[in-house]
């Protein structure tokens, strides 16, 4: 098996899920299968139960699993499906290690964490059958919690039968006078070499690409070639790194160092799709009107989406981002669409709604997802229906009308973790609505993250209204999208597309607004 490893120095927050992504992407490009990891060294069992200003967005998957925001970037960069074993955490390794002790797996041996943790470890590694294993660390090299891991991988590399290629991203400062320091870069590969393990390759993560001085004394210091110190720096857009690596020639190299077969050159496709990114013709403004706006990567794949819709559109999208809790008039005013994405709890749930009464009154393009399908639908029991208290029970649990409500199987549970409805899901769309425009399919598959749903007793009072759940679920009685047939483009769904889009193949309801808004404009596309 052939492993690549990349891990990070200095500091955190380098961007490692994206520069792990983009090889993935150029050694896919060139012929070879690919299966990304991502290790976080976090005792959580999954980030589900994380505030997202903790560790960003929950990245849900087909299966149903919660987990980090970088297995996002691999699905849109490879333009894959993954499970749950991708994503590996200290807390789910001790947690599998206990539950084998509890059953007496270990024959009345002393549980260690060497060998028992680090086997545990590896055998999950070893599930994974592809050309290469494409494996990223989370956090920085001399984390405490990221020791074992590194162990456990240096114990692989050693295995007869085993390849592994070590890479390492390390911040690269350009101080005040302009000269980048690679001081810091030497440092935490000291610090990976103390634990065994010599990388093979050097990134410097840095504002500009490294100069010859610095790639120099990284190679000299560092144990490596000169050749083999490249350059990550900021670029206009993630989707530009898999390129600037091709023109250093990271693939090249790479494949030269696992020796590699050889395959199929490399292909201009991701060019194609890059450059309808960075060449638009038209430009729109979208405001986002959530609760954690201060923090983009709260909403990540929504972010990631509009840049694929506004691709297929041929079309920039800017992305206001604005705190209901704080929202003024004006900021209804300044946007050419509204999105009120997923979230939990009531804080800001009024100005989401105030939000959504906008929109629908003012003809404004708008999509709701999830907790934002919701309050689309309170909004519409309270101003269209005359539900004057109309309301989720997970904002007043007493209201006279509970148009959202939990459904049964979730009102015994305890556990917070794991727990909600996950994972993807049939919903079946009715023919001659602006779902099926849209899907172009009477049967389609979702990914879900929630707990409450439309309240069954109130939908032929809302459908009477002029509400139209236009997706439903194939199984269960359960409302997928709602829509108004009048309006320029106001739907909403209860589940998340923008888990599934990707640059190959925009989500169609981010497309759907995008198209909708640059209509209005009077925008040819």
Request: glycine share 8%; net charge neutral; proline share 4%.
């Amino acid at each position: 098996m052939k492993y690549i490893v990349v891990t990070g120095g200095v500091l955190s927050g380098l961007g490692k899920g994206v520069t792990t992504a983009s090889i993935g992407r150029i050694l896919k490009d060139r012929g070879y299968e690919v299966v990304p990891i991502k290790i976080d060294g976090y005792v959580n069992v999954d980030p589900g139960t994380m505030n997202p200003y903790e560790h960003g967005e929950v990245f849900v998957l087909d299966d149903g699993s919660e987990c980090d925001l970088d297995l996002g970037h691999y699905e849109r960069f490879l333009n894959t499906s993954l499970t749950g074993d991708s994503n590996m955490t200290t807390g789910s390794i001790y947690k599998t290690v206990i539950e084998k002790e509890r059953r007496g797996d270990y024959l009345g041996k002393t549980v260690q964490v060497i060998p028992h943790i680090t086997d545990e470890i590896k055998n999950r590694i070893r599930k994974f059958k592809a050309d290469i294993v494409l494996i990223e660390v989370g956090g920085t090299v001399g984390d405490i919690e990221n020791q074992i891991f590194i162990e456990a991988l240096r114990q692989m590399s050693r295995e007869p039968g085993n390849e592994f290629l070590f890479i390492h991203l390390a911040y690269v400062p350009t101080i005040i006078t302009g000269e980048q320091k690679t001081k810091p870069t030497q440092h935490s590969v000291k610090e990976l070499l103390s634990m065994g393990i010599q990388p093979q390759i050097i990134l410097g993560r840095s504002e500009n690409r490294l100069g010859k001085d610095a790639k120099r004394k990284i190679a000299l210091f560092c144990g490596v070639g000169e050749e083999d110190v490249l350059s990550d720096p900021t670029l206009a857009d993630t989707y530009l790194v898999p390129m600037e690596f091709v023109q250093q020639n990271l693939d090249g190299i790479i494949t030269k160092k696992l020796n590699l077969r050889p395959t199929s050159v490399y292909t201009s496709k991701w060019e194609h799709l890059v450059e309808k990114i960075i060449n638009h013709k038209h430009e729109i403004t979208i405001g986002i009107f959530g609760k954690y706006t201060s923090l983009e990567d709260a909403y990540l794949s929504i972010k990631e989406s509009f840049k694929h819709a506004g691709a297929l559109n041929s079309c920039k999208v800017n992305l206001r981002w604005i705190e209901t809790e704080d929202m003024q008039e004006k900021d209804l005013h300044s946007v050419d669409g509204i999105l009120v994405p997923g979230g939990f709890g009531s804080r800001g749930a009024e100005g989401k709604i105030e939000a959504i009464r906008y929109a629908r009154e003012n003809d404004v393009p708008f999509l709701g997802i999830c907790f934002g399908f919701q309050l689309a639908v309170v909004e519409y029991a309270r101003n269209v229906c005359k539900l004057k208290d109309a309301n989720s029970t997970e904002i007043d649990e007493k209201n006279q009308h509970p148009v959202i409500d939990l459904i049964p199987e979730q009102k015994t549970i305890n556990n917070k973790g794991g727990t909600m409805r996950l994972g993807s899901e049939p919903c079946r769309i009715k023919p001659n609505t602006l779902a099926y425009s849209l899907y172009k399919a009477n049967d389609i598959e979702e990914r879900h993250r929630h707990r409450w749903e439309v309240n069954p007793q109130y939908i032929k009072l809302l459908e009477d209204n002029g509400l139209v759940f236009s997706g439903v679920h194939s199984q269960k009685n359960l409302m997928e999208i709602l829509e108004l047939p009048k309006h320029s483009y106001f739907i909403g769904s209860q589940f998340h597309p923008e888990f599934k889009s990707r640059l190959e193949k925009p989500a169609p309801l981010f497309v759907g607004l995008v198209n909708a808004i640059l209509k209005k404009k009077g925008k040819k596309i």
